[in-house]
DNA sequence: TGTCCGATTGGT
DNA sequence: CCAATCGGACAG
């Protein structure tokens, strides 16, 4: 068990396979004392490079915040949005191929008693269950950005494998601006489970 | 330097 | 439905 992804399952160039693939993947990021907090990845978007209005490297923008979507595959790319919410993406493909995936949802497996008292009062379908939600509940901030997955702050490691039938897939959430990339089936998630995060007025 | 707005969330 | 809250991107 425990055993680590290598780095060639970040190389590919096909983002959005990649992005499948990473669902039922474990997300560790060990606690300041070393004991281990992990999540099962349940929901993921992939962002694909200068082709893609969705994603911070459309048209080959190449800023000081997303320089680590331009390192290889196996990188953290972390980002501070409306102020007060990091979200936590995956680089991908090789250097200078600026693709990310970002994590959209994960099932708390290790640490969770940590999760809880990271996210105050919040019932425990909320601890993990959105971007922004799971970076609080797993101590994600900007410091990690830039961070190698084959390093020893976070990393991901082989969990479980989930079948197609057993997956979605649709439009990516929250790029409304992205123009005729907005509808590209570019999201994945694990049918049924609570994890996923919840689109306002969708039950 | 000034303005606009976001790969969200939680409460009303 | 909307406020929170502030750094990044870009115009000037």
């Not at 971007?131 to 390093?151: S, V």
Request: glycine letters at 10%.
């Amino acid at each position: 068990m425990n055993k680590l992804i290598p780095r060639e399952f970040y190389m590919s160039e096909d983002s959005v396979s990649v992005a499948r693939n990473l669902l039922g993947k474990l997300l560790v990021v060990p606690a300041s004392d070393g004991t281990r907090v992990s999540g099962m990845i349940v929901e993921t978007e992939a962002y694909m490079g200068i082709t893609d209005r969705g994603a911070h490297s459309f048209g080959g923008r190449r800023t000081a915040r997303n320089e680590v979507m331009y390192l290889e595959g196996g990188r953290v790319y972390v980002f501070f949005v409306y102020g007060m919410y990091y979200q936590f993406n995956v680089v991908t493909g090789p250097a200078e191929h600026p693709h990310a995936v970002l994590i959209r949802g994960v099932e708390p497996v290790e640490g969770i008693e940590i999760m809880r008292e990271r996210r105050g009062a919040m019932k425990d379908k909320n601890l993990t269950s959105g971007p922004g939600k799971l970076c609080i509940a797993m101590a994600i901030d900007r410091d990690l950005n830039g961070e190698d997955l084959l390093g020893s702050r976070v990393w991901l490691e082989e969990y479980r494998t989930f079948s197609d039938d057993e997956v979605s897939s649709g439009p990516r959430i929250g790029i409304d601006y992205a123009g005729e990339d907005t509808l590209n089936p570019w999201r994945f998630w694990i049918k049924d489970n609570i994890y996923v995060s919840k689109k306002k007025g969708l039950p």
